[in-house]
């Protein structure tokens, strides 16, 4: 099935969860100097994802089941100018 | 009308007088409100040749339909003039809820001209207007003349005052509101004070109806709800965002886009292990201090409980500490926060300040400034003492190098010469802000082309497509690699949607940073729409934005831009760092970008409005 992360389309076996995705998107930008840069100062890397126009909390990536044509944007919230 | 009133306030302080007049409806379809009004008033009432301190120029404050709707980021309001600094079309956008205050007396805007005979303060209370003495206040900080207003007034008027700095006409002279806001950049503070204008006080009880109430509450607890919720899915990051705008510094130093030592140097050890987003949550306190309606709460209050910059007040947004500190190498953590808010008092603008000091450190290192000139302050690099004695002189310009700076740096460093033009980081008249266009090369050109307000990164926050993954795919803005931000790959495209994204958020005013909580263009089209009932379209919008970007366009030709303004960049953007993220990188290239943008934009290789766009905006009445 075919999934758009960010707006690219990626094709993923059917019954992958939203989790799959998560770990992809962390080990694509695990040496990314902003994300290693954030983890070394805060823990965390302040990734939040969106599934379908909603904004998933970690608790729920394992439960979400991908379809064929969902949409998932992450992001990091914040503010700056 | 709905959404807006129809109506602005006419403030002559030559005549004395204050009188209510309408406005066609076909002016905020255009133009929609905000900037667009403040540079509707210039086109239509300031001919060329009018300056910025000159009794003619029209500073308008103005809100726009979104203004005052409840809605998240809803509490946004701008003002325009001619700016002493670039001596072009320039606006800047607060929030608080002086916006808010000012369209419930009935008015979309108050549009000031001329020059009192002596200092004054306006009042402006559900549809009237008095124009009333501030003798006593002059000579004040812009929050004690706040706190006099409210005092006279009532505390539940919302202000905007200047301080020193503004009365002395600082050339990046700010206008603050409620002791957390500020219309920066641009030296509009400046063009009020040379008004003898000291405040106005602003309070009402009116209700602009709206075309779709039940369809604007179901979107604004849709939006609202979901902005909140994009933070509570992460509890950790409601930890963190107490740090508020300053905590971008984590985001952006390892991606190269922080000014360090007047933009020369990539890594400022001292200022990583003391000036970034914990230590500022930590030492100074921070508590979120939200804008009106906002759930981002990206403002907060700070303390500083003893030593020599005690104080209790503004938290540096990113820009002001920045600006203030790594620019300067002062890792001073304390100290800089102080003299944030004692620019903030004083009414002068971070960014500018932050640049031109770091502009007099560096002339002190190379020994064209000494301590003669100095009067003794020793102005080295990272002297915490120094930096806010000096930002104490500019604001109070009672000597010669407070004089000097408080030209900013490009006067400055025509008149001090020895070379010091070669390390003045400004164009056009305004300095650089803190996103290095080393980091995404998209931030050169942006510096370069924008009409909104001189070189500004909020006029045009292109930078934000790879500092922060912005998009607005709805005009066509989604698909980025990384590597394009070291590219003119469709760099022309993307800087004129940005300029026309800004203009259409900074006239329908709403905060733009809600776009790093996933506001869209949908969303604001669809409350604008649910505000006046235009059933515009995305085309629309980006019309209206195409309007306002070219309307500021004719009122810079008018005003005496040139296209060789656009090429006189600061020598440092061709100067590359050794190290560090963005090592090497510098925009070459550069030159031919501008004339693509130009094409882009529909303008001729002078950079002129062609007539061909003028007539595909439905324009050719503002053409003369």
């Given amino acids: 099935m075919r999934i758009k992360v960010n707006s690219r389309e990626h094709e993923f076996p059917p019954g992958s969860s939203l989790a799959r995705v998560v770990e992809l998107v962390r080990e694509t930008h695990k040496n990314d100097p902003v994300t290693r840069a954030l983890i070394e100062r805060t823990g965390f890397d302040h990734l939040t994802f969106i599934y379908n126009s909603r904004i998933v909390r970690p608790d729920e990536y394992e439960s979400i089941e991908l379809k064929d044509g969902d949409e998932i944007r992450w992001m990091r919230p914040y503010a700056g100018g | ?624």
């Fill in chain 2, 1 to 624: 009308m709905n959404g807006v009133w129809g109506k602005i306030l006419r403030v002559d302080l030559t005549g004395g007088t204050c009188t209510v007049e309408p406005l066609p409806d076909e002016v905020y379809r255009y133009f929609l409100g905000g900037a667009g009004l403040a540079a509707y008033f210039l086109w239509r009432e300031c001919p060329a040749g009018t300056t910025a301190f000159a009794p003619t120029n029209r500073l308008t404050f103005a809100g726009g339909p979104m203004t005052g709707l409840k809605q998240t980021g809803a509490a946004k309001w701008t003002a325009g003039a001619i700016s002493p600094s670039i001596n072009l079309n320039a606006d800047s956008a607060a929030t608080a809820s002086f916006g808010i205050a000012m369209k419930a007396t009935g008015v979309d805007a108050i549009v000031v001209s001329g020059r009192a005979p002596r200092p004054v303060y306006l009042v402006v209370e559900d549809g009237r207007a008095r124009i009333k003495d501030a003798q006593g206040l002059w000579g004040t900080n812009a929050y004690e003349a706040e706190d006099a207003i409210k005092d006279a007034e009532g505390a539940d008027f919302e202000v905007v005052t200047v301080g020193q700095a503004g009365e002395r006409l600082v050339r990046y002279a700010n206008i603050q509101t409620h002791k957390k806001s500020f219309v920066g950049r641009c030296g509009l503070g400046a063009v009020m004070g040379s008004k003898l204008l000291k405040g106005i006080a602003v309070h009402g009880s009116r209700t602009c109806p709206v075309d779709d109430a039940a369809g604007l509450r179901r979107l604004n607890q849709e939006i609202n709800r979901r902005v909140a919720a994009l933070d509570a899915a992460q509890p950790e990051f409601l930890r963190f965002k107490r740090v508020g705008t300053a905590g971008a510094t984590e985001l952006f130093a390892p991606q190269g886009n922080l000014p360090i030592k007047n933009y020369s140097l990539a890594r400022f050890p001292g200022g990583e292990r003391n000036l970034h987003g914990t230590e500022y949550a930590r030492r100074l306190q921070a508590k979120p201090w939200p804008c009106k309606y906002c759930v981002m709460q990206c403002h907060n209050l700070c303390q500083v409980e003893t030593g020599p910059y005690a104080y209790k007040g503004k938290g540096p947004e990113y820009e002001s500490f920045a600006m203030m500190g790594f620019n300067t190498l002062v890792d001073d953590l304390e100290a800089v926060a102080y003299a944030c808010e004692l620019a903030n008092m004083y009414s002068m603008d971070c960014i500018s300040l932050g640049a031109v000091i770091a502009w007099a450190m560096e002339c002190y290192e190379k020994g064209v400034l000494t301590q003669r000139e100095t009067y003794g302050l020793d102005l080295r690099w990272g002297n915490a003492e120094a930096l806010v004695e000096i930002t104490r002189r500019i604001g109070e310009r009672t000597d010669g190098l407070g004089y000097l700076l408080g030209e900013g740096s490009k006067i400055a460093s025509e008149r001090l010469g020895r070379g010091s033009a070669d390390w003045a980081v400004q164009m056009k008249g305004q300095e650089i802000a803190a996103h290095n266009w080393r980091a995404q090369y998209i931030s050169a050109l942006n510096y370069c082309t924008g009409v909104a307000a001189g070189p500004n990164h909020e006029r045009g926050n292109s930078q934000h497509i790879w500092v922060a993954d912005v998009r607005l795919p709805e005009w066509g803005i989604d698909e980025v690699t990384n590597d394009e931000r070291w590219s003119w790959t469709k760099a022309p495209e993307r800087n004129a949607v940005f300029h026309d994204y800004c203009n259409v958020i900074n006239s329908s005013c709403h905060c733009k940073f809600h776009e790093f909580r996933g506001y869209t263009l949908t969303d604001l089209l669809d409350t604008v729409n649910a505000s006046t009932g235009w059933g515009l379209g995305l085309e629309d919008l980006r019309r209206c934005g195409e309007r306002i970007t070219t309307l500021q366009k004719l009122l810079n030709i008018r005003y005496g831009w040139v296209r060789e303004h656009d090429f006189q960049y600061p020598k440092r953007f061709m100067e590359p760092v050794p190290e560090g993220p963005a090592a090497g990188r510098i925009p070459a290239g550069l030159d031919d970008a501008i004339l693509a943008y130009y094409r882009v934009r529909g303008w001729d290789e002078g950079g002129r409005p062609t007539a061909e766009l003028m007539k595909r905006l439905a324009m050719e009445e503002y053409a003369a």
